[in-house]
């Protein structure tokens, strides 16, 4: 198992946000968590690699316990990349200095070195030759996404997180992220994607799960999970929308 | 009596004090604003001292430096001195409130993308934060310089020979007030604006392209 969570808990003040949490990734696989808002996803995701510290229960990545006292916060967070649902570049840097920094200065790699992987990544989420002297605030923001996503490549991660990375962007521009992210996975990248696509689901996940305040309460296949729902929580997130599903 | 003409050099020189007034001043104010921002931007409470010194004339620290804390440490410090430290002092405390509402305007987002790509805090500070806080608070700091280039003549209470000191000196040589006062006026004025024109220009330059007005 290239993820394994198991009884994740998390609570803020007053409010449990995470209530026992199970879930397993494989290999190479793409799950699609859906929910509503306040459900837990975005807690979820930011205890997988640790920018939000669970109250209890335990997180392995290809095997080892990142949750434990002695393992290392900052080397488990290279092996996991992240993208955000506002992007979050940073608007100081060129495009290349948004790829390069992580290589230059976390994994302390020589800055040619980094110019060869930021231009492998770039290429491969396509953002073009022209844009990559441009700042964070010239781009459109399915741009933007782009180089998020280049950002976390390029620090080769075994895992990629996807926080609602569409759900700042327009229909067209949503596009753009969303095809970037299925040839991603389709090239077996282990992934782990809060979405309300339906479509990314269908197509590009191999597996679902639903959350509802803060528990997982279904999970199959995207098109048995959201075509024939069996909790009455899914049914009310899918409840006339599966008919919009291009497939 | 001396013609009034002859003195112009010596008027003159004493812009040179004013501006190591001011550049000692602002380093000092830079060294330790900079570290009490960040300091307070990670949660440390340091209001107190800000308190102190935002709420204290200028005077009345310069003498309570030059006359009462420093004579009772048995430390000899000259007017000069004094008046770099009591200027230094009080520049922190305005300079950490500028940096720290320049950290607090870098959007939170970027923070936790830094740490996400495994980003100690020191780099995060380093290679995120500060790069664009600076940029941001240097129209805000450039203020923090005309202010202290003006009040800087306080330190004439100590006598130093800085502009405002000199212009009395030839005041009382020349026995005329109009002259040597509307001279040192236009030598803080010209001052003023060469500095915060110059920090203008620099702003121009490392503004971050793209954002608003550029």
Redo the contacts between chains.
């Keep these: 198992m290239m993820l394994r969570v198991e009884g994740l808990r998390k609570r803020y003040s007053d409010i449990e946000v995470l209530r026992g949490v199970d879930l397993e990734l494989r290999e190479g696989e793409t799950k699609v968590i859906m929910g509503p808002s306040g459900a837990g996803k975005s807690t979820l995701l930011k205890c997988i ?1 640790l ?1 939000v510290r669970p109250d209890s229960g335990k997180i392995f990545i290809d095997g080892e316990e990142i949750t434990s006292k002695n393992s290392d916060v ?2 488990v ?2 092996k ?3 993208v ?1 649902q ?7 840097l060129t495009v290349m200095g948004n790829v390069t ?2 290589l230059t ?2 994994k302390g790699m020589s800055k040619s070195d980094a110019l060869l992987k930021a231009k492998e990544v770039l290429r491969a989420v396509r953002i073009g030759e022209e844009l990559w002297d ?5 781009l459109s923001g399915g741009q933007k996404q782009r180089v ?1 996503i280049a ?2 490549l390029a ?1 080769d991660p075994i895992l990629m997180l996807y926080d609602e990375p569409t759900s700042a962007l327009d229909p067209q521009l949503s596009m753009e992220v969303l095809s970037v992210m299925r040839e991603l996975s389709k090239k077996g990248m282990t992934s782990l994607v809060v979405t309300h696509e339906l479509n990314f689901a269908i197509e590009a996940a191999n597996s679902m799960a639903v959350m509802y305040e803060g528990r997982i309460v279904e999970e199959g296949s995207p098109e048995e999970v959201i075509k024939n729902p069996k909790t009455a929580e899914a049914r009310a997130i899918f409840n006339g929308r599966s008919n919009y599903v291009l497939v | 009596m001396p013609s009034l003409l002859e003195y112009i050099p010596f008027l003159i020189e004493g812009s040179l004090w004013t501006l190591s007034l001011v550049a000692l001043g602002l380093s000092l104010g830079l060294s330790l604003g900079l570290p009490i921002a960040l300091m307070k931007f990670y949660g440390v409470k340091l209001d107190a001292y800000i308190w102190f010194m935002r709420g204290t004339p200028l005077v009345v620290l310069l003498s309570l430096l030059y006359w009462g804390v420093f004579p009772s440490f048995g430390v000899e410090l000259g007017p000069f001195e004094t008046s770099v430290i009591a200027l230094g002092l009080r520049s922190s405390a305005y300079q950490s409130q500028i940096f720290l509402s320049a950290l607090n305007s870098v959007d939170s987002g970027q923070i936790i993308a830094a740490r996400s790509i495994g980003m100690r805090e020191s780099q995060v500070v380093t290679y995120v934060l500060l790069p664009q806080a600076l940029r941001i608070s240097l129209p805000s700091w450039s203020n923090e310089y005309a202010i202290m280039l003006k009040d800087s003549s306080i330190c004439f209470a100590l006598g130093v020979m800085e502009i405002l000191t000199r212009a009395r000196y030839i005041s009382v040589a020349t026995d005329s007030a109009l002259l040597p006062y509307l001279l040192a006026g236009v030598l803080f004025f010209s001052l003023t604006h060469a500095g915060t024109g110059a920090l203008e220009i620099v702003y121009r330059r490392v503004k971050i392209k793209g954002t608003l007005g550029g």
């Design positions: 690699n920018l900052y080397k967070r290279q996991i990349g992240f955000f506002e992007f979050n570049l940073f608007n100081h920094i992580g200065k976390v441009r700042y964070p605030a010239q998020a950002r976390a620090m």
